[in-house]
Structures are given as structure tokens and as C-alpha cells.
């Protein structure tokens, strides 16, 4: 049971570049998010998408899009990276359990990109 | 919406004693709160939640306070272990209320034991 998988484990863009990071999972949850790590600042929400279909807003999303591209897959684009744009990106699935159940979301192993 | 503040920033016990870390939230309508940890190099892992509903949740030596009317809740460790030394984030949402949990985490705490 792989969980959450993430690409690529480590990247180094030029400002202006574009790329795409990918995100699987294979828990069959319903919900999937981008999260940036920076030190000092937690983990902070860029997109979040509830269902196949949908993708919503987070906390810091300029800069950034997403695509559901179906239940499993929930792939972060950025189209002409930046110096601020450095950080650890993780992605995160959760399910919908029933109100008395924890509503745990499961990490991918993250992405560290760097842009110089 | 929701905002999170977690204090303190770091935290440095001797082993055996307990660490409390303390977390606000904003927003009125969360009802749920589960804690983080994150190890060196490694992925967030869920370690205790609680829902609005419960005042206090114990799982062995971890246990989670919540005060509604004064919209922060804590994370309390007894016996602390070398092993427990991490960065532990609070978070906060609404819960699937809204068809999704649009969970928003403070800035961390990294807590260290000392042997």
C-alpha cells in the first residue's frame, strides 16, 4: 500500500521556468491538498480540491494552479517559478469518515524545489 | 478565515519532564483540532485530535485540552523521551461540514528533549 506518492523528491528551477509536481494516492479519499512548508511558517494551504472535479483556494495560492485529473491524481503547477517559491511542497489526501471519526489527512514524503 | 497561532516557537525539556504547547484559533465555527508531528526530514503524522463536542482527550502520555469559549486548545506530554524531540504543529478546521476538511496549521514548535 504505497499511500501518498509525490514526484519528483527534489527539483532546481531558473526563475521563469515552469514545472509540475505530481500527487497519487491510492487510499480512494475524496480529498486532496498542495501544502508549502517554509521555516518559521508551518504548513500553509495553496489549493485544496474536495472531489474529482473541483479545486478551491487556499491560504497562498498566487502563483500557482492545480488540476484533479481524476480521484487518484491531484498534480501543482507553476507556470513561471520564482525565488519565493522556494519550499518543500507536500501533498495530502484525507477521506470523509463519519462525524465521529478522525479526519486524518496522510502526507506525501514532499518535494523540495529550489528556484534560483 | 481561519487563523492559527502556536506558542512557543521552541521548546527544550529534560527528559522525563512534561511540555505543554499552546494553540489559538480564530475562527468560531472550527470544530475540530488535531495535532501534527514532524520528524526530521520526514512527513507530518497525525498524533491526537479532538472535536468541539470533547474538553480533553488522553492517548498514553499525550493529551489534548480544548477551551471553546476561549478558542484555544493545548498539547500536553508527560514523561517526555528523547524519541518525542520533533516539530509539533496544531491545526484547525471546520471539519467535513463543508464537504471537505480545509485544515489550516500554526507555525510550529520544535520540541527538544534533553537526555
Known amino acids: 500500500n504505497a499511500g501518498v506518492t509525490q514526484t519528483p523528491k527534489f527539483q532546481v528551477l531558473k526563475t521563469g521556468q515552469s514545472m509540475t509536481l505530481q500527487c497519487a494516492q491510492d487510499?480512494?479519499?475524496?480529498?486532496m491538498y498542495w501544502y508549502r512548508q517554509d521555516p518559521g511558517m508551518g504548513l500553509r494551504l495553496i489549493y485544496y480540491s474536495a472531489s474529482e472535479g473541483t479545486t478551491d483556494k487556499g491560504e497562498v495560492p498566487n502563483g500557482y494552479n492545480v488540476s484533479r485529473l481524476n480521484k487518484r491524481e491531484f498534480s501543482l503547477r507553476l507556470e513561471s517559478a520564482a525565488p519565493s517559491q522556494t519550499s518543500v511542497y507536500f501533498c495530502?489526501?484525507?477521506?470523509?469518515?463519519?462525524?465521529?471519526?478522525?479526519?486524518?489527512?496522510?502526507f506525501g514524503s514532499g518535494t523540495q524545489l529550489s528556484v534560483l | 478565515g481561519e487563523n492559527v497561532e502556536q506558542h512557543p516557537s521552541t521548546l527544550s525539556v529534560q527528559e522525563g519532564d512534561s511540555a505543554v504547547i499552546k494553540c489559538t484559533y480564530s475562527d468560531s465555527a472550527s470544530n475540530y483540532f488535531p495535532w501534527y508531528k514532524q520528524e526530521l526530514g520526514k512527513r507530518p503524522q497525525l498524533i491526537i485530535d479532538i472535536r468541539s463536542n470533547v474538553g480533553e482527550k488522553k492517548d498514553q502520555r499525550i493529551a489534548v485540552t480544548l477551551n471553546k469559549t476561549a478558542k484555544h486548545f493545548s498539547l500536553h506530554i508527560t514523561e517526555t523521551q528523547p524519541e518525542d524531540s520533533a516539530v509539533y504543529f496544531c491545526a484547525a478546521s471546520r471539519g467535513y461540514g463543508g464537504a471537505t476538511n480545509k485544515l489550516i496549521f500554526g507555525t510550529g514548535t520544535l520540541l527538544a528533549v534533553q537526555p
Open positions: 495530502a489526501s484525507s477521506d470523509n469518515p463519519p462525524q465521529d471519526r478522525s479526519e486524518k489527512l496522510f
Open positions: 487510499m480512494n479519499h475524496n480529498s
